[in-house]
């Protein structure tokens, strides 16, 4: 699909003063002002910015394999209907018949496959590529011409197991948009991996507070006894490297062979992987939707979708080396049930945050020097929120 150009956007509805202090090259940095957590206006700029013009994460793909293989998501303030055409190519389209504007597949529902994609309100019908089948009943004007009524396409790309969509369709090219990351990440080969095991959350937090949280361990030996046994939380380093994403490592504890409650796996070491990478886990936060933590014997993705100013849905996925998941006694529980807690103890304290700065009491304060990945995540928002578009 073709870009198009990118016309520069609005700043967004915050006091230019308040953004720039974040800014600041001396100390180190500080959170965002209060409205960019709470206000509705900010939210709704965030959606039409970062969640329309960005790539954003629509899910992982090893559910859509045979040709017509479907389901929608929702991203920012789309719909995205995915579907796997006759020759195996992944299509993002617009979730709207072309008729009457009725959504073609309920969004969140189960994946689902049909040789053909059919609206429930008028039985119009599209072939998997998208172009318009079949209008029954349908009496059309004398000018109607059926191949201009084709299903709207969105710029969507297949990267190691994930759907990546861009609905605005101007976003520099993936690979410009990750950078770093994908050789980084590529020695798990998460395209190759089986999803075993899946949470979903509902918090009442700003989307981007779980993604500060996400982004240090400053906090762990405070909520996170069970991590901290198993990875020493001052053990960490970050990554300043291109693409848009910020992250780092963690080292696993001597005694641990990966993240669990007694640091064993109950699943096989991932192939491919150096010794030292064996010895760590990976961190990244993609912007603005999926976490990545690559462990040792199986990857963690967090998939973030806000719901408003202040709740947000996650949806968290184990994915395991096919080998591992083909065992009859294998059981995803020694990763899943670990990082429940952990994500529990997180998503608490994110609330906690979200009540913090509705507080009239609330002021920015500075991060600490173990927080470089923070003050990273939250510069690369005010610089957005100062020039109306991401700045790399």
Not at 2 to 22: E, I, N, W, Y
Not at 87 to 111: I, K, Q, S
Not at 225 to 253: F, I, Q, Y
Not at 268 to 287: C, K, S
């Amino acid at each position: 699909m073709t870009t198009t150009p990118r016309p520069q956007g609005l700043p967004a509805p915050l006091p230019g003063d308040a953004v720039r202090v974040v800014l600041d090259p001396a100390g180190t940095g500080c959170m965002l002002p209060a409205d960019a957590y709470t206000s509705d206006d900010v939210f709704a700029w965030e959606r039409r910015h970062f969640f329309d013009r960005a790539w954003v994460c629509a899910g992982r793909t090893n559910d859509l394999v045979g040709a017509g293989a479907r389901r929608a998501v929702r991203v920012g303030n789309e719909e995205v209907l995915l579907v796997r055409g006759t020759d195996g190519v992944l299509r993002g389209f617009y979730n709207v018949c072309r008729h009457r504007a009725h959504e073609l597949v309920r969004c969140g529902g189960p994946t689902v496959t049909r040789g053909a994609i059919h609206c429930p309100y008028h039985a119009w019908t599209y072939a998997l590529d998208g172009n318009l089948m079949a209008t029954p009943r349908f009496e059309p004007p004398p000018s109607f011409d059926a191949g201009e009524y084709g299903l709207v396409p969105m710029r969507l790309e297949e990267w190691r197991g994930f759907a990546m969509v861009n609905p605005s369709g101007d976003a520099a090219p993936l690979a410009t948009y990750l950078g770093a990351f994908d050789e980084l990440l590529s020695p798990w080969q998460p395209e190759r991996l089986v999803t075993a095991a899946s949470h979903e959350y509902v918090l009442r937090a700003n989307w981007k507070l779980s993604v500060e949280n996400y982004d240090e361990c400053y906090h762990c030996s405070a909520i996170h006894p069970e991590l901290c046994m198993v990875s020493p939380p001052d053990s960490g380093w970050n990554l300043e490297l291109p693409g848009t994403w910020v992250g780092g490592w963690m080292r696993l504890a001597d005694h641990a062979v990966t993240m669990s409650m007694d640091g064993a796996s109950g699943g096989v070491m991932l192939p491919g992987l150096t010794d030292e990478q064996r010895r760590t886990v990976l961190y990244v936060a993609l912007f603005p939707n999926l976490l990545v933590s690559a462990h040792p014997d199986y990857v963690m993705t967090h998939r973030i979708e806000p719901l408003s100013a202040g709740e947000t849905r996650i949806e968290c996925s184990w994915m395991f080396d096919p080998e591992a998941v083909a065992r009859d006694d294998f059981d995803p529980s020694y990763a899943a049930d670990f990082w429940d807690v952990v994500n529990r103890q997180d998503w608490d304290a994110c609330e906690a945050v979200q009540r913090g700065v509705s507080s009239r009491g609330y002021r920015p304060g500075p991060f600490s020097v173990r927080e470089d990945a923070v003050q990273q995540f939250v510069q690369l928002v005010a610089r957005a929120y100062l020039a109306g578009d991401l700045v790399s």
